[in-house]
């Protein structure tokens, strides 16, 4: 069975400081992994997604994630947060065999900014 | 991509009752997701719904307690029946085409069982 574990579930950081959110995924396949991201009062979006290629992928408002596949890890990071950066951050895997695949959640990680 | 409305927003409700909670996609889509999402707990997939097929569940959620209807491609409910207070929730709507997409989620409904 497939499984995400986020380690930190709640990150407190001042403005300019870096970030990294960890997630660790099990699952026995090639996969997809994503980061997605609820601000306050909002819907669910994605931030990036790994699928092939490249594993350090980049996504909007500046966070970027590497995916080691020799550590089945996907870690989030941003050089410097801002407080609009505050929102929870949630980790997912599929797997990549083709066809429908289960998205498989991380607990998620709320992360608040203060400036 | 793909636009989601999700209604109600937010209920509160007394136990023994249903509550049926509407999700309409701007777009035809194949599959459309139900999830559930408990305090300081992930994301947990309760059903899958295609059109003109039956839901399929995931394990702990049956039917008579989450029944779904999937009439077209662009809209679906979730009823839930008979709640309780562990019912209370946020629910969410979701859809992805294909493995090789992203899922789009509508912004949750959430549930408060009295």
């Known amino acids: 069975a497939q499984s995400v574990s986020q380690h930190n579930h709640h990150v407190i950081l001042s403005e300019a400081a870096s970030l990294e959110l960890g997630c660790n995924y099990s699952y026995g396949g090639t996969v997809n992994l994503f980061w997605y991201v609820q601000y306050p009062g909002q819907h669910l979006q994605l931030l990036l997604k790994y699928f092939s290629g490249d594993p350090l992928v980049k996504g909007i408002k500046g966070f970027e994630a590497e995916f080691i596949k020799s550590k089945f890890s996907f870690n989030l990071r941003k050089p410097s947060v801002q407080w609009s950066d505050t929102a929870e951050y949630f980790c997912?895997?599929?797997?990549?065999?083709?066809?429908?695949?289960?998205?498989?959640f991380g607990t998620g990680t709320k992360l608040q900014v203060i400036p | 991509s793909a636009v989601i409305s999700q209604k109600p927003s937010r209920d509160i409700c007394q136990r023994g009752t249903s509550l049926t909670i509407q999700c309409q996609v701007d777009s035809q889509v194949t599959m459309m997701f139900w999830y559930r999402q408990q305090p300081g707990q992930s994301l947990t997939l309760i059903a899958t719904?295609?059109?003109?097929?039956?839901?399929?569940?995931e394990s702990g959620f049956v039917i008579d307690k989450f029944p779904i209807s999937r009439p077209n491609l662009t809209f679906s409910t979730l009823t839930v029946s008979n709640m309780s207070p562990e019912d209370s929730s946020i629910y969410l709507c979701s859809t992805r085409q294909e493995t090789y997409t992203e899922a789009f989620f509508g912004q949750g409904t959430r549930l408060t069982v009295v």
């Open positions: 719904a295609n059109q003109g097929s039956e839901a399929t569940y």
């Open positions: 997912a895997v599929t797997g990549n065999s083709g066809g429908y695949q289960k998205v498989t």
